[in-house]
């Protein structure tokens, strides 16, 4: 919300009506003149996105189609961690970096989220936490969902300092994470926005032949220019990154892609988190066995590569990024809905 010619102590008037009183008409907001009420109704909504579809997971993770103010739906998912709630946002109805893997790219772009959109997203899912009681609210974010955050760069820097507003949701900036499908000058600048964030890197494989066949994004900017940045990002902003990888079963999951896996990473200091498929229906990929995924866990321990198996959530619901938004697409187009 972007009000010129305001006293600065608005703002707070506004963080307070939104974040901590939670108001939902800018009538309630008392202490704001009318004629400023007039205006800001004129120009904005207090409203959040409404939830479409709510799937529960036995392990208790939430996934939500959520429905924005022109009827574009958005995923979103609440993950329980001991350590606390981890929203996973997405940043864009669709997207258009056309992974091959990846539900959520089938369908295209079809525009950017606003900064409130995103936050709107937190905001759903802290009203279920506290529908459920015991005060909880959410303490992690990873942007992560449908879409690139740095194809919708403004709106997600936007969303971040939102968030992270000790006015807003307070969000503690190292409990944040972008995740990105590498686009390098993006993330120079991100390491230039003197924030706390942290940023993942979706490599997902260990030479240009592999990545071009996985990512299109590759093809734009190869895999060393990804590292180069990355490079960069530790000077600037002075933190790790983690790199994400995918197993798929017989794509990148042998022990020679381990090895020039360590040997593509071996000047920079990020971790890797090795992500196991999430198979779909609408794709042909396949997870690899267990014993294939400890193997690749196991070489890349003993080259000198920290890396973890990422903990899975609602892998009996529709876990795997964009499937639900894809199947509901399905769905309305065979007019099952
Ligand atoms: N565009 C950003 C963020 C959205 S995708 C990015 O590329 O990082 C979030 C993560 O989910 C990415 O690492 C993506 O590669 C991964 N992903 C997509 N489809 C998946 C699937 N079927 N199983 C497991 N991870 C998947």
């Known amino acids: 919300m972007i009000q010129e010619g305001q006293k600065k102590y608005r703002a707070t008037q506004l963080y307070i009506w939104m974040y901590e009183k939670k108001a939902t008409d800018f009538d309630e907001m008392t202490d704001i ?15 959040i996105p409404v939830i479409d579809k709510k799937q529960v997971s036995s392990d208790g993770t939430i996934k939500l189609l959520l429905k924005l103010e022109d009827n574009s739906k ?25 992974c091959s893997f990846c539900a959520s790219g089938l369908l295209g ?3 950017n989220l606003l900064p409130e959109e995103i936050v709107g ?25 449908t879409g690139e955050p740095f194809d919708n760069y ?3 820097m936007d969303f971040i300092r939102i968030i992270n507003n000790q006015k807003g949701l307070s969000i503690g900036a190292r409990h ?10 993006k993330i120079i600048k991100y390491a230039g926005e003197g924030l706390q964030t942290n940023l993942a890197i979706s490599l997902h494989a260990p030479n240009n ?24 990002y530790e000077e600037i902003a002075g933190r790790r990154v983690t790199y994400e990888y995918l197993l798929i079963d017989g ?87």
């Open 121 to 145: 997203q937190v905001l759903v899912l802290n009203n279920l936490l506290q529908e459920e009681g015991k005060g909880q609210h959410i303490t992690h974010v990873v942007v992560m969902g």
């Open 109 to 111: 772009k079809k525009r």
């Open 209 to 232: 032949e592999i990545r071009n066949s996985l990512m299109k994004v590759n093809k734009a900017f190869p895999v060393e220019q990804v590292i180069e940045a990355v490079k960069q």
């Open 251 to 337: 794509i990148n999951d042998s022990k020679e892609n381990a090895e020039e896996l360590i040997n593509l990473i071996k000047d920079t200091k990020g971790y890797v988190n090795l992500i196991p498929y999430n198979e779909t229906n609408i794709l042909p990929y396949k997870r690899p066995s267990g014993n294939r995924i400890h193997n690749f866990l196991d070489y890349l321990t003993k080259g000198g590569v920290t890396a973890t198996i990422r903990k899975e959530f609602g892998s009996d619901i529709d876990a795997a990024c964009g499937q639900l938004r894809a199947k509901e697409r399905d769905n309305e187009e065979r007019g099952e809905n």
């Open 74 to 98: 958005v995923e979103t998912v609440l993950m329980r961690y001991n350590y606390g709630y981890s929203a996973c946002v997405s940043s864009q109805v669709g997207c258009n970096m056309g």
């Open 33 to 47: 003149s009318k004629t400023f009420r007039e205006v800001l109704k004129e120009k904005y909504c207090l409203s």
């Open 154 to 156: 403004d709106n997600v």
């Open 176 to 185: 944040i994470t972008v995740s990105t499908c590498g686009i390098p000058d």
